[in-house]
């Protein structure tokens, strides 16, 4: 396997907190990674300068071994570089199906003289998106809810139409940022069937952060354990779980625990002068 992402020596600080501190490792092309660790270890600011939202201090991001650091998400996105994100509010009273056919593809309707021209063209693409949205309900178990308003979907829906919208792109590499939490046991089911069908039957590869221990088992393969910044150690779950520096950082010396409610965060704010909120730096898109 080849690797699909690289993180080399990457660092971020927010004011006086280094978020993410000369981190490195490797998601290899057609695997389901997972990346775990206490609150504050920096696994979503990761996955934020991975997917074009911050550009980090210092160090490079490879995605199929070229260089992408600093590009803006909505580049990456073109490139098969998808992060997931909740259904944005303004989309919550367009139904299911909407919500797909809305996700930007390279859509020839955009191009005001593609449409000025070649109407048809405008029409054959809108039925292709069509069809391919409704493809995509299918394979979620999503079609009886079709036409049901977004906002009226259950928590687990609402994560599997999420999942449905990374469908509807070019996606390769796709990162998705504890999508199970909240969710009910019957639909998390079909949350994992559904990652791990598009893993093996469309090439997908994944790179996952979840605090709940059974999704990370179930899925993942290797798991990177990510402590104050940086990689603490990669393996099986049952490798990580026999790593006492892991279970002390993250299992609270309970390996078959689940993890610990450490919060290096509390921990940071405790030891350090507090940083102003106004000397914090919000997402620099
Ligand atoms: N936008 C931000 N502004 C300031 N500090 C931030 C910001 N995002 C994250 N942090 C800080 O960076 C550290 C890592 O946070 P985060 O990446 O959310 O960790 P995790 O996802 O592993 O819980 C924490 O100390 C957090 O408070
Ligand atoms: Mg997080």
């Known amino acids: 396997m080849s690797a699909a992402l690289e993180v080399i020596d990457v660092s971020l600080s927010f004011g006086g907190v280094r978020a993410v501190d000369h981190c490195s490792l490797k998601v290899e092309a057609g695997s389901i990674t997972g990346l775990i660790g206490p609150n504050g270890a920096g696994k979503t ?15 490079r991001i490879l995605l199929d071994g070229e ?7 909505h580049v990456l996105f073109h490139r098969g570089l998808v992060r997931t994100f909740q259904i944005p509010h303004a989309f919550t009273s367009m139904t299911a199906l909407e919500n797909l ?20 063209l405008v029409r054959d693409r809108e039925a292709e998106v069509r069809a391919r949205a409704r493809e995509v309900l299918d394979f979620l178990n999503l079609s009886h809810v079709m036409h049901e308003a977004a906002g009226n979907l259950s ?10 919208r990374t469908m509807m792109t ?14 009910n046991r019957t639909l998390l089911k079909e949350l994992l069937a559904a990652i791990r069908r598009l893993n093996r039957e469309a090439d997908y590869t994944f790179f996952v952060i ?8 179930a899925l993942c393969d290797p798991v990177i354990c990510m402590v104050r910044g940086r990689v603490l150690r990669t393996g099986t779950l049952a490798e990580l779980r026999k790593d006492p520096r892991v279970i002390e950082a993250y299992f609270g010396g309970d390996p078959m625990g689940e993890p610990h409610a450490v919060s290096l965060e509390a921990a940071a ?3 350090a002068p507090s940083a102003a ?6 997402g620099r898109a």
């Open 45 to 59: 600011t990761l996955f934020n300068i991975i997917a074009g939202l911050y550009r980090p201090d210092a160090g």
């Open 67 to 73: 260089d992408i650091t600093g590009l803006p998400a």
């Open 101 to 120: 056919m809305v996700v930007p593809p390279h859509q020839p309707g955009e191009s005001l003289l593609a449409t000025w021209f070649r109407p048809s």
């Open 155 to 164: 928590g687990g829906q609402k994560k599997l139409l999420e999942l449905g």
């Open 170 to 183: 070019e996606a390769r590499i796709v990162l998705l940022d504890e999508i199970a939490a909240g969710v």
């Open 210 to 217: 979840e605090h709940d221990m059974d999704m990370i088992g």
């Open 269 to 271: 704010k405790e030891s």
């Open 277 to 282: 909120p106004g000397t914090q730096r919000e």
